[in-house]
């Protein structure tokens, strides 16, 4: 065999194996580690695979649960009545039926460390409780935004921050008046990026004045920084 057609071959042989072991064998995917500003939010990606059943019975009223140890923290079942502690702090996002296990958990207390793990109920096939875990990393502070200033004709001013919680996003507040936009972005499956930008066309005045910027995120933890514009 000509070595580019063996390698092709070969190539093909690995995705056939990836494919055809993620679709026969009980996996779920997601972070083993994720960091979060206590009273925060934080949306856990989760995705999940499980064995083709053999039979072809319809596989329907399906449950999904996120355990910690006994406790159930969260679950697709609408009206389940959750223990005090995670009541109205979790929300099932995922479709089940998807092999989506997404879960959102809201107003993060230090206490919320994990770990965390998955486990699907299908009544007519199998239960499965998926042996990963997640644990949170619980922040009781934020870091300083980061900060950024160029001076042309006017001034524009970039204020950005990381976070977890991209359902109810940090807002900022400038110490001068201008016009100020702000965009997100998502960086990798459980973090966003958040930016402020100002633009002001600067006075005589505003020399050597301290510009800042402070973050409010979601809970109410605040953090500030400022930068001295020299024009
Ligand atoms: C899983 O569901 C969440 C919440 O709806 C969604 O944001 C995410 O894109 C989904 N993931 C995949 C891999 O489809």
């Not at 993620?22 to 995917?29: D, P, V, Y």
């Not at 950024?148 to 900022?172: E, G, M, N, Q, W």
């Not at 100002?198 to 510009?211: G, R």
Request: with cysteine; proline share 8%.
């Amino acid at each position: 065999m000509e070595l580019k057609l063996w390698f092709s071959f070969l190539l093909l042989n690995v995705i056939y194996d990836v494919q055809s072991q993620s679709a026969s064998k009980w996996i779920a995917n997601m972070p083993t580690n994720i960091p979060v500003l206590q009273g925060s939010c934080v949306v856990i990606p989760c995705i999940y695979t499980y064995p083709k059943p053999t039979s072809k019975r319809i596989l329907n009223r399906w449950k999904g649960f996120w355990m910690k140890g006994k406790t159930i923290v969260s679950t697709n079942i609408p009206k389940w009545k959750l223990t005090e502690e995670y009541k109205k702090r979790t929300q099932f996002l995922g479709k089940l039926q998807g092999r989506n296990c997404t879960m959102l958990l809201d107003a993060v207390r230090p206490t919320d460390v994990g770990p965390f793990y998955f486990r699907i109920e299908m009544p007519q096939y199998k239960s499965f409780s998926y042996p990963n875990t997640v644990t949170i990393d619980v922040k009781s502070n934020p870091e300083p935004p980061s900060m950024s200033v160029r001076v042309y004709d006017k001034v524009t001013a970039s204020c950005s921050v990381t976070h977890s919680c991209p359902t109810i996003l940090p807002r900022f507040s400038w110490s001068h008046p201008g016009s100020v936009s702000s965009r997100s972005k998502k960086l990798n499956t459980w973090q966003w990026e958040t930016e402020s930008t100002l633009t002001f066309v600067p006075q005589t005045t505003d020399s050597n004045m301290p510009l800042s910027c402070t973050v409010l995120y979601r809970g109410g933890k605040r953090a500030k920084s400022s930068i001295i514009i020299s024009i």
